[in-house]
């Protein structure tokens, strides 16, 4: 069975970055949590991922992320001659000069992209790199063929979506019921959110900072035993696919974490090892 050990013992370092973030996520927060619950480890808050690259490569990465956009939910095609005005938008928003909503990425390729994009010593498994972005995800279902939004894809680096908090988690059925009928009727949508507040998380959320410190984790622990999540609906690592389930486990649970992830956190800040 796979072993892990505490953290500080194997010089691990968390290396935090900043893709465009909304100024509601409070990512010095979230590393005081990591520290908290990790024990002695060094975390480091690293800006953007783009941050130093010379033009030439940001117009490089600028056609490779404009080709990872998901043009049809239905479609698993790459664009292999993105626009020129969408290669342009892109430069721009790898230089931090615009923002991207509403606009879908293919989780993984982006994850490969950052990947290349890392130096080689940060790569290694003494490193965990977590990439907040307000980037929108998503990843192909081979089995329904077509693209699912994600609020986080895991590997090397991992990428959280603060948007992805927001419009991945399901709301309510009787939301999209009401949804419907304001729709038909032409009536404003917002009077409909107001109506629903409280009962997921929205754009100028101040609990995104909360809920981002379990995902934050959920990072962590797929480094650590390549398993992020977690059956436990009342646990911070809770796959949670409504907005109802995010909210609990990361918000309103009476626990932060299960009895088995509670007892490797509490080994890993002790400096003893589990197996």
């Given at each position: 069975?796979?072993?892990?050990?505490?953290?500080?013992?194997?010089?691990?370092?968390?290396?935090?970055?900043?893709?465009?973030?909304?100024?509601?996520?409070?990512?010095?927060?979230?590393?005081?949590?990591?520290g908290e619950k990790l024990g002695k480890v060094a975390i480091e808050l690293a800006g953007s991922p783009w941050h130093g690259l010379a033009l030439a490569d940001v117009?490089?990465?600028?056609?490779?992320?404009?080709?990872?956009?998901?043009?049809?939910?239905?479609?698993?095609?790459?664009?292999?001659?993105?626009?020129?005005?969408?290669?342009?938008?892109?430069?721009?928003?790898?230089?931090?000069?615009?923002?991207?909503?509403?606009?879908?990425?293919?989780?993984?390729?982006?994850v490969k992209m950052l990947f290349d994009l890392m130096p080689a010593e940060a790569r290694g498994a003494e490193t965990i790199n977590i990439v907040f972005t307000n980037?929108?995800?998503?990843?192909?279902?081979?089995?329904?063929?077509?693209?699912?939004?994600?609020?986080?894809?895991?590997?090397?680096p991992s990428i959280i979506s603060t948007t992805g908090l927001i419009e991945a988690p399901a709301r309510s059925r009787d939301y999209y019921l009401l949804k419907q009928?304001?729709?038909?009727?032409?009536?404003?949508?917002?009077?409909?959110?107001?109506?629903?507040?409280?009962?997921?998380?929205?754009?100028?959320?101040?609990?995104?900072?909360?809920?981002?410190?379990?995902?934050?984790?959920?990072?962590?622990?797929?480094?650590?035993?390549?398993?992020?999540?977690?059956?436990?609906?009342?646990?911070?690592?809770?796959?949670?696919?409504?907005?109802?389930?995010?909210?609990?486990?990361?918000?309103?649970?009476?626990?932060?974490?299960?009895?088995?992830?509670?007892?490797?956190?509490?080994?890993?800040?002790?400096?003893?090892?589990?197996?």
């Amino acid at each position: 069975m796979l072993r892990i050990s505490s953290l500080s013992g194997l010089g691990v370092k968390i290396i935090l970055y900043d893709e465009g973030i909304p100024e509601e996520l409070a990512l010095v927060e979230v590393a005081g949590y990591l520290g908290e619950k990790l024990g002695k480890v060094a975390i480091e808050l690293a800006g953007s991922p783009w941050h130093g690259l010379a033009l030439a490569d940001v117009s490089a990465y600028a056609q490779r992320m404009a080709s990872v956009k998901v043009q049809q939910v239905n479609s698993k095609e790459v664009v292999t001659a993105p626009l020129y005005a969408e290669i342009e938008y892109e430069k721009r928003r790898l230089l931090g000069k615009t923002r991207s909503f509403g606009v879908p990425y293919d989780g993984f390729q982006l994850v490969k992209m950052l990947f290349d994009l890392m130096p080689a010593e940060a790569r290694g498994a003494e490193t965990i790199n977590i990439v907040f972005t307000n980037r929108l995800l998503a990843t192909w279902d081979s089995y329904n063929k077509r693209y699912h939004l994600r609020t986080s894809v895991y590997g090397i680096p991992s990428i959280i979506s603060t948007t992805g908090l927001i419009e991945a988690p399901a709301r309510s059925r009787d939301y999209y019921l009401l949804k419907q009928q304001y729709e038909m009727l032409g009536k404003d949508l917002t009077e409909l959110n107001d109506h629903f507040r409280g009962s997921f998380l929205d754009y100028g959320d101040k609990r995104l900072t909360d809920v981002a410190r379990g995902y934050a984790m959920q990072a962590v622990f797929f480094s650590l035993t390549g398993q992020p999540f977690c059956e436990d609906k009342g646990c911070k690592l809770y796959n949670a696919h409504w907005q109802a389930e995010m909210l609990y486990a990361q918000l309103e649970s009476s626990y932060e974490f299960c009895p088995k992830h509670a007892r490797i956190l509490q080994d890993l800040a002790s400096g003893q090892q589990k197996s």
